[in-house]
């Protein structure tokens, strides 16, 4: 079992700057891909990055891309989101995510994750 815990986020300015992160417990989570989801009221959770196991692979949603950075540090079981020039419309609760363990690859599939943060509010007014 691997439970996630979110921290950051917040109210910034269109055009700033947030980050996002998140700390693992439970079971090692360095073989298992992680990724970032977002939520609006009366919408579907979206994807909007992943990175592999190993770090060495990322995928963006083309919404994000350019301006957010998903990494992470195995060592500290942790990942990150930081969110640069940001806009209204990325305003949303904002969700970490990890695979099964040994479930390394990057994916952009919101069903594909099995454990999930509590989701930390960002706000971006214009």
């Known amino acids: 079992q691997v439970q996630l815990v979110e921290s950051g986020g917040g109210l910034a300015q269109a055009g700033g700057s947030l980050r996002l992160s998140c700390v693992a417990s439970?079971?090692?989570?360095?073989?298992?891909?992680v990724g970032w989801f977002r939520q609006t009221a009366g919408k579907e959770r979206a994807f909007v990055a992943t990175?592999?196991?190993?770090?060495?692979?990322?995928i963006y949603a083309d919404s994000v891309k350019g301006r957010f950075t998903i990494s992470r540090d195995n060592a500290k079981k942790s990942m990150y989101l930081q969110m640069d020039n940001l806009k209204p419309e990325d305003t949303a609760v904002y969700y970490c995510?990890?695979?099964?363990?040994?479930?390394?690859?990057?994916?952009?599939?919101?069903?594909?994750?099995?454990?999930w943060g509590q989701g930390a509010q960002v706000t971006v007014s214009s």
């Open positions: 995510a990890a695979r099964r363990p040994n479930y390394a690859l990057a994916n952009a599939e919101l069903d594909r994750y099995e454990y």
């Open positions: 439970g079971r090692t989570f360095d073989n298992s891909a």
């Open positions: 990175i592999s196991g190993r770090g060495d692979y990322s």
